[in-house]
Structure formats: C-alpha cells, structure tokens
C-alpha cells in the first residue's frame, strides 16, 4: 500500500523545538556528559543515518530527542525527512507500528539510550506480534564504555542490544562511521522481508558527534527478499483442495500484510469455500459475501463448522489463542497452512506446510485449483451466522451492539480505525465491519494497553487525505494523554472516542466473574473533554444516542479531537469455558 509523498509533514522549527532549530538557535553544549560536550559543525555520523533513511526511500521518522541521540537529530534540520515528536518512547512505537501498518514501508523510529531505548519495548513487541515494519535506531552510550564493563556513563547497561534480541527480528550494533549505511540498509531489509518486523540499530553517542569525512550517501539496494512457495507442495495443496467436499478457508493478517484478499476472493469463489477473518485478518474478506463466516471466532458455532470441514486452508494466521478459540479448536480434516512466519508453521496444528508469502501462495493454487461446485454452502455460511445472531441476542447486549454500529455508521468507509485493548475492540474483533483491507488496527497481536490513540497519530502521518479514528478505555487513554500535546503540534487529523466506565472494564468483568468481586480495577480519572481542550483540542461528552451524530460531526472536521462516551459495556458470554 503506498502513500502520497507529497503528503509528509514539515513541521516548522517553532514545532519541532530543539531537533530542528537553526545554528543560530542552538545550545552551545548540552549540560550533561562527556561526549556530548563537543559541538561539532558540518557532517557528522548522525548525517550519515539520515542519508542513509533517506537513500533507502524513507520520508517521516518518529521518535523522541536524548542526550546520547542528539546528533541524528541535529542532523534531521539538514535533512527532507518530516519529524513527528512524540512525548513518550513507547507511544513514538505505536504511531511507528501503525505507520509501517498503513503504508508498507519501514518506519524509522529514532530514540536514545538505556531508559529511551527500553521504554519503546511494548511498543517493538506489539509489532513483532503484528509483523509491521519498524526501524528502531537508538543510541548507544560512546565506544569506550561498550563491552560490558561498568564505566558510570549516563543511561548504561551492560548490553542494551540483549534487551531487544527476544524481541525483534535482527539486531545491528555499529561501532564506525563507516559501518552505518550497511548497518541500516541490512535492517531495512530485514524490516520489509516477509514476515515484516521490528528491527533494532545502535549507534555509540560519540560515532553520531564526530565529524565525518565520507561522501553522502545516495540511493542503497536493499530489496528485501521474496518467500515463494515451493511449487510441489502448491500442487499437493491444490488437488487436495479441489477434491474437498466441505472445504473451509482462515483469513489471517498474513493476507492483509501481503495485499491478497483479490486472490483469496477468487480462489474462495473457484472452490465455493466459506471464509473466516482472523482478527489480525479484518477486512480480507467481504463482510456481506455469500461465503462469509465473518469474524466470529470465539463463538463455538463457527469453531463447531471451522472443525466439520474436511479440508481447511489456514491463509497467514499461527491459529494462536485468539484465532482458535482459546486452544479449544480442534479440527478433524486435512489442514493446510501457508505461513510466512516459519516459528508459526504447524506450531499448533499438523498441516502441509507451506513456508510462503500469502499472495504468491495463493497465485500458485489459483494457477492450478479447479473450480468446485457447491450449492449448499453459502446456505451453511447463513445457519452459522443466524445461530451466532441468536445467541448474541439472548444476553441482552442491545447497548453494546447499538454502540458499535454507531461508529460504523460514523467511519467513513476507507478511513482506517486503531482500537486499544478496551471491551468496545473486543467487541469489534468479532463484529466490526472493516469495510476494506488494512483498515481496521488494534493491539491484539501483544496486548498491551495504550495503543489506539498513538497509533492512530502514526496513520494520520502517513496519509492526510482522510480522517482517523482512535477508539480507547479510560484506562487505556491513561497511557496516552500525553499525545494530545502530538496530535496538536502537528495538527494531526485523528479523532479519539474515550468510553468512559470508570476502570479496567474487562478486567472488572474477568475478576467478578472468577473471584465474586474485582480489585484494583476501579480509576480516578479526569474530566477528559477538559482536559482535551486545555491542550486546545476541541472535545465533547456524549451519549449512546447521540454517539453516532457527535462522531461523524468530528471525525468531518480537520484536526484531532476527541469524543468521551460515560457507558459500561459488558462483552458476550465466552464459549470456550466448556
């Protein structure tokens, strides 16, 4: 998915403060630190990092200024790449993650040492788990000091590349000026090569502050590599799949990521092969198709079909906790799993392979697969979907069914939504309508609170022709108040629906219903429409009637805003406890 890169941001230095002001308003020296003293003019090594972002295509980076990062961003006012500041290292993650997210490119993330670099690792865990692409590039304390020893630098660990080696998919330390351009360009083509992911560069704070004498860098190859299904297992899966007699598909986020829900519509429609979307897989699928399942994977009705069918095709999904019905799913038919992820090939299930890259696999099977007919499915697809309906309906959850479609009906279809760990998002895993691919977000790939409203920063940054919507608890919001400060300085057009229930919602429902009564659940919070408009954004309180109408009149205006909604939710009763 690309964007327009007319589009970036350039913030004005009264924006940016300090990382981009001119000489002439820079400190002399910062206050702390030995390296960091010395005030060098002209290239330096931070030069050479964004050179080398920019060579590689790169147009907006995010992060947050440290002592020991100082000269990559002295460097950026010398540079065409957009900065967008973000008030705290692991919010400038998620605005990275929901960047990469939405555009396919690798998303520069520029951060300092020791406690910057360690407060961005919710954020790098939540893209591991959702395979987006981030360039993480921290500092490191200078030279000397590396090695493990114990010199007293400000900010040091023993080894701070440890810390991110359980975490993402490489790491690169640079100890030479000359080392930084293959050091990224190598991450950047680790970042970009299927499954996508976090990648992890540090650069010691004295290698950015010296002056440098290399020729700039211009444009690098670093063409991530293409996973290709092997052609023999391809055939295997096709013939298999053509002779099924109640063949069933799992849509994950690998068919979103590679940008292949034309060719798993086709490939559905030849074999008449009802659909599931994972949640990670929102909007690969039709909602309203024929062949449908929709989202509904934790309700046993769909688990119950998913295990009857003979032949299942498992497209870009591990069959995790979430995509399996909390590990109570248990199919009895042939499995086939394409996987772009080689950790997650048959790690819960016995399957023919298929070590690939979701469209190539599924071109590979269309080339080949013959058309099925059966008259009978799309009638199947319709007496699972009524008897979820009717379960749904027996437990009295008019209110929440009601506040969902409200932000339906107020999303612009096409605008893409990021949802926080919130019971309104557990809701929408199941029953939201994406309405397209690569448009609905959230967090579930990890599960750390926190990350709608940041993430959502990052989305509207990458493309500023349509609005974004943010969708958090109270609790969840907690995490991210900060970034009003964000979404204001760079007049980011990203609307933020709070629903207020006084606490940890879920965590209240979970605690109640195992232990009779919740502890450490319940939040004093603000006056979130204050609060809003004291960092100048406008903001407004609402109701469930009125949410619909408040909604879409935010998300028709420029600039952020936010809309507070006073309700408790409750979620559908679970039916994996047996």
Same mark, same amino acid.
């Given at each position: 998915?690309?964007?327009?890169?007319?589009?970036?941001?350039?913030?004005?230095?009264?924006?940016? +403060?300090?990382?981009?002001?001119?000489?002439?308003?820079?400190?002399?020296?910062? =206050?702390?630190?030995?390296?960091?003293?010395?005030?060098?003019? +002209?290239?330096?090594? +931070?030069?050479?990092?964004?050179?080398?972002?920019?060579?590689?295509?790169?147009?907006?980076?995010?992060?947050?200024?440290?002592?020991?990062?100082?000269?990559?961003?002295?460097?950026?006012?010398?540079?065409?790449?957009?900065?967008?500041?973000?008030?705290?290292?692991?919010?400038?993650?998620?605005?990275?993650?929901?960047?990469?997210?939405?555009?396919?490119?690798?998303?520069?993330?520029?951060?300092?040492?020791?406690?910057?670099?360690?407060?961005?690792?919710?954020?790098?865990?939540?893209?591991?788990?959702?395979?987006?692409?981030?360039?993480? !590039?921290?500092?490191?304390?200078?030279?000397?000091?590396?090695?493990?020893?114990?010199?007293?630098?400000?900010?040091?660990?023993?080894?701070?590349?440890?810390?991110?080696?359980?975490?993402?998919?490489?790491?690169?330390?640079?100890?030479?000026?000359?080392?930084?351009?293959?050091?990224?360009?190598?991450?950047?083509?680790?970042?970009?090569?299927? =499954?996508?992911?976090?990648?992890?560069?540090?650069? =010691?704070?004295?290698?950015?502050?010296?002056?440098?004498?290399?020729?700039?860098?211009?444009?690098?190859?670093?063409?991530?590599?293409?996973?290709?299904?092997?052609?023999?297992?391809?055939?295997?899966?096709?013939?298999?799949?053509?002779?099924?007699?109640?063949?069933?598909?799992?849509?994950?986020?690998?068919?979103?990521?590679?940008?292949?829900?034309?060719?798993?519509?086709?490939?559905?429609?030849?074999?008449?092969?009802?659909?599931?979307?994972?949640?990670?897989?929102?909007?690969?699928?039709?909602?309203?198709?024929?062949?449908?399942?929709?989202?509904?994977?934790?309700?046993?009705?769909?688990?119950?079909?998913?295990?009857?069918?003979?032949?299942?095709?498992?497209?870009?999904?591990?069959?995790?906790?979430?995509?399996?019905?909390?590990?109570?799913?248990?199919?009895?038919?042939?499995?086939?799993?394409?996987?772009?992820?080689?950790?997650?090939?048959?790690?819960?299930?016995?399957?023919?392979?298929?070590?690939?890259?979701?469209?190539?696999?599924?071109?590979?099977?269309?080339?080949?697969?013959?058309?099925?007919?059966?008259?009978?499915?799309?009638?199947?697809?319709?007496?699972?979907?009524?008897?979820?309906?009717?379960?749904?309906?027996?437990?009295?959850?008019?209110?929440?069914?009601?506040?969902?479609?409200?932000?339906?009906?107020?999303?612009?279809?096409?605008?893409?939504?990021?949802?926080?760990?919130? !019971?309104?998002?557990?809701?929408?895993?199941?029953?939201?309508?994406?309405?397209?691919?690569?448009?609905?977000?959230?967090?579930?790939?990890?599960?750390?609170?926190?990350?709608?409203?940041?993430?959502?920063?990052?989305?509207?940054?990458?493309?500023?022709?349509?609005?974004?919507?943010?969708?958090?608890?109270?609790?969840?919001?907690?995490?991210?108040?900060?970034?009003?400060?964000?979404?204001?300085?760079?007049?980011?057009?990203?609307?933020?629906?709070?629903?207020?229930?006084?606490?940890?919602?879920?965590?209240?429902?979970?605690?109640?219903?195992?232990?009779?009564?919740?502890?450490?659940?319940?939040?004093?919070?603000?006056?979130?429409?204050?609060?809003?408009?004291?960092?100048?954004?406008?903001? #407004?309180?609402?109701?469930?009637?009125?949410?619909?109408?408040?909604?879409?009149?935010?998300?028709?205006?420029?600039?952020?805003? #936010?809309?507070?909604?006073?309700?408790?939710?409750?979620?559908?009763?679970?039916?994996?406890?047996?």
């Amino acid at each position: 998915m690309t964007h327009d890169h007319d589009l970036v941001l350039r913030p004005t230095p009264a924006q940016t +403060g300090a990382a981009l002001n001119p000489p002439s308003r820079r400190p002399a020296a910062t =206050p702390h630190g030995g390296a960091s003293r010395r005030v060098t003019t +002209g290239r330096n090594g +931070g030069d050479l990092v964004v050179e080398t972002l920019a060579g590689l295509g790169a147009t907006t980076v995010f992060g947050l200024p440290g002592q020991h990062a100082l000269g990559m961003f002295d460097a950026l006012r010398r540079s065409d790449l957009a900065y967008v500041g973000l008030r705290v290292e692991n919010n400038a993650g998620f605005a990275a993650d929901a960047y990469g997210r939405i555009t396919g490119e690798a998303a520069p993330l520029l951060l300092s040492t020791g406690p910057g670099a360690l407060t961005s690792l919710a954020a790098l865990q939540e893209a591991a788990a959702a395979s987006a692409p981030v360039l993480a !590039i921290s500092s490191q304390i200078p030279r000397a000091g590396l090695g493990g020893g114990r010199h007293g630098y400000l900010h040091e660990l023993p080894d701070q590349a440890a810390s991110f080696r359980g975490v993402v998919k490489s790491v690169h330390t640079v100890r030479t000026q000359s080392q930084i351009p293959s050091a990224i360009a190598a991450a950047w083509k680790s970042a970009l090569t299927v =499954p996508h992911g976090p990648v992890w560069v540090e650069i =010691p704070q004295d290698v950015l502050l010296d002056r440098t004498s290399l020729p700039v860098v211009t444009a690098l190859d670093a063409t991530p590599e293409k996973l290709v299904p092997r052609p023999e297992l391809t055939a295997v899966a096709a013939d298999v799949l053509s002779r099924a007699a109640r063949p069933a598909i799992i849509a994950g986020g690998g068919v979103v990521r590679a940008d292949a829900s034309g060719e798993l519509l086709a490939l559905a429609e030849r074999l008449n092969a009802p659909v599931v979307t994972t949640f990670g897989g929102k909007g690969a699928f039709p909602w309203e198709h024929p062949l449908s399942l929709q989202s509904w994977l934790e309700d046993r009705h769909t688990t119950d079909f998913l295990e009857d069918a003979d032949v299942l095709l498992v497209i870009g999904s591990g069959l995790g906790e979430l995509s399996s019905n909390y590990h109570t799913f248990k199919p009895r038919g042939r499995l086939i799993q394409i996987e772009a992820d080689l950790g997650k090939l048959e790690s819960n299930h016995p399957a023919l392979g298929i070590h690939a890259d979701a469209r190539l696999a599924l071109q590979a099977l269309l080339e080949t697969v013959e058309e099925r007919a059966d008259e009978g499915a799309a009638d199947r697809v319709r007496e699972v979907l009524g008897k979820v309906r009717d379960r749904i309906a027996a437990q009295e959850l008019a209110l929440e069914q009601h506040v969902l479609a409200s932000v339906r009906r107020a999303l612009p279809i096409g605008s893409p939504s990021f949802w926080d760990m919130t !019971i309104l998002a557990y809701w929408a895993w199941s029953a939201f309508d994406a309405k397209s691919p690569n448009a609905m977000h959230s967090a579930q790939g990890a599960g750390g609170l926190g990350y709608g409203f940041p993430a959502a920063l990052g989305a509207a940054a990458a493309d500023r022709t349509r609005p974004v919507l943010a969708v958090s608890g109270d609790g969840g919001a907690l995490y991210s108040i900060a970034e009003l400060a964000t979404a204001r300085q760079y007049d980011l057009d990203v609307t933020w629906l709070i629903v207020d229930d006084g606490g940890y919602g879920i965590l209240r429902e979970y605690m109640t219903d195992a232990f009779g009564q919740a502890t450490a659940t319940e939040l004093t919070r603000p006056d979130y429409v204050a609060l809003a408009e004291s960092f100048g954004v406008p903001g #407004v309180r609402t109701t469930p009637e009125t949410l619909a109408a408040d909604l879409a009149k935010a998300l028709s205006e420029p600039g952020p805003s #936010v809309v507070v909604l006073p309700a408790v939710l409750r979620m559908f009763a679970p039916t994996h406890l047996g």
